[in-house]
């Protein structure tokens, strides 16, 4: 049974008010301008349902219902112009506030993306990636390596911090518990955002080495919340319902939740948490016939992000398993849907489909996207000897964003 949460207020991060204490975590290759589009419907369709069930007034407040953000961008490739970097910080008329995630290893370039997208006017909501686990970019000490250096960690924020405040925008910070269980980071890093002038932080309860095996730690964001007292902190990992977004701000004091796998060809996901937040017990159950409205729609907007269809098609197939999860569709059909290159090979396949399949219930929730096993960090030479940055190692970190691609 659902549960309703005490009525949280709304998020603000700073200027801006967050109708619901929710937001979408960066993922690379999957919020970009298309599925963001859709999980803003969604999550304003649940703060309208929250209305409807409250005729007084009482929930559902007002601002963008929850904080939909970019794909994770490299400083140095935005302040060189490289067209998918300019491509991926494109945001649609209905995107308010546009948020956008940068990541980066040296202050100097990420202050001048930071004060690229200011002065152009193409952010309202600036974020730090201090989080990625993935091996190309914690081996040149980026990513969730990186706070670990707490001087460059401080230098990065506080150099986006002065590029964004004078002019009113949010700076945000999301990051990992740690390297590992022996190297953790998290609180001094959000001690270090806060001191800083960031608006809020966002702590992933996994350390760099879980990657995303494993359990969420969420005794860590209720420690962040009790250390950071100023700014708001939010819970990130293993939320996969909105009934666990609930649980998570009960049992950690946290003021709001970041989401990502979770909403992995499921953007109604939103829907609930808006409207979970908001006091109702409204949840969706889409059946197939609806599950596949929403997927052709993707499609049709991948499309158009792309500005071609195969390559749109092409796009669409990674989110099909993610939408068919837990119903009957067949393993030759799954592998059929997931050859798809064009919106009429798609309806072709879709209309084979029994789609008066009901909601699959247990079957179509938890865990979304690959889980991965623990190991160990890869990291540059000698880099947890000492959390100041020695020179090799400062060589090393130059390269960083050489190789990470997203932007």
């Known amino acids: ?5 005490t009525l949280l207020p709304p998020l603000r991060i700073g ?114 990636n201090f989080g990625c686990p993935v091996p190309k970019v914690t081996r040149k000490g980026g990513g969730s390596a990186l706070p670990w250096k707490t001087d460059l960690f401080r230098g990065i924020v506080r150099a986006a911090v002065r590029e964004a405040g004078a002019n ?13 269980d022996g190297h953790q980071t998290f609180l001094d890093a959000g001690r270090i955002a806060e001191d800083e002038g960031a608006a809020a932080v ?58 990502g796998r979770g909403c992995l060809g499921r953007p109604w996901l939103f829907t609930d948490l808006a409207a979970a937040f908001a006091g109702s017990r409204v949840r969706v159950e889409p059946t197939l016939a609806e599950v596949c409205r929403v997927l052709r729609r993707h499609a049709e907007l991948l499309v158009e992000f792309h500005g071609d269809e195969g390559r749109g098609c092409r796009d669409i197939r990674k989110h099909i398993a993610w939408y068919t999860k837990g119903f009957r569709v067949g393993g030759q ?17 879709i209309e084979t489909l029994d789609l008066d399949q009901p909601w699959p219930g247990d079957a179509a929730e938890g865990q979304r996207g690959r889980a991965g096993s623990p190991r160990v960090v890869a990291l540059p030479d000698r880099w947890l000897e000492s959390q100041e940055l020695d020179e090799a190692q400062r060589a090393v970190v130059a390269q960083a964003e050489l190789d990470v691609s997203g932007g």
């Not at 369709?45 to 904080?67: H, I, K, N, Q, Y």
């Not at 925008?169 to 518990?177: A, C, N």
């Not at 059909?333 to 396949?349: F, I, K, M, P, T």
Request: include cysteine; charge should be negative.
């Open 1 to 5: 049974m659902s549960t309703v949460p």
């Open 15 to 128: 200027p801006h008010t967050i109708g619901s204490p929710v937001v979408l975590a960066p993922m690379a290759g999957i919020t970009n301008r298309a599925f963001r589009r859709l999980c803003r419907e969604y999550g304003d369709e649940g703060l309208a349902v929250a209305r409807d069930d409250d005729p007084a007034g009482t929930s559902a407040p007002g601002g963008s219902s929850c904080l939909y953000v970019s794909e994770m961008i490299t400083s140095r490739a935005l302040v060189e112009r490289t067209p998918i970097s300019m491509k991926l910080i494109e945001h649609g008329p209905e995107e308010v506030p546009r948020s956008v995630q940068l990541y980066g290893v040296d202050p100097v370039t990420v202050g001048a993306a930071v004060r690229m997208l200011v002065r152009e006017d193409r952010a309202d909501h600036v974020d730090l």
């Open 168 to 180: 009113g925008i949010p700076v945000t910070v999301k990051m990992r518990v740690g390297i590992d």
């Open 202 to 259: 966002a702590l992933h309860a996994r350390t760099a080495a879980q990657a995303y095996s494993g359990q969420a730690d969420w005794s860590r964001i209720a420690q962040l919340k009790e250390a950071v007292t100023t700014i708001p902190v939010l819970g990130n990992g293993d939320i996969w319902s909105a009934d666990d977004a609930v649980r998570m701000v009960e049992e950690t004091g946290c003021d709001g939740v970041v989401v």
């Open 333 to 349: 059909l799954r592998h059929q849907l997931g050859l798809v290159d064009s919106l009429a090979d798609l309806d072709r396949l």
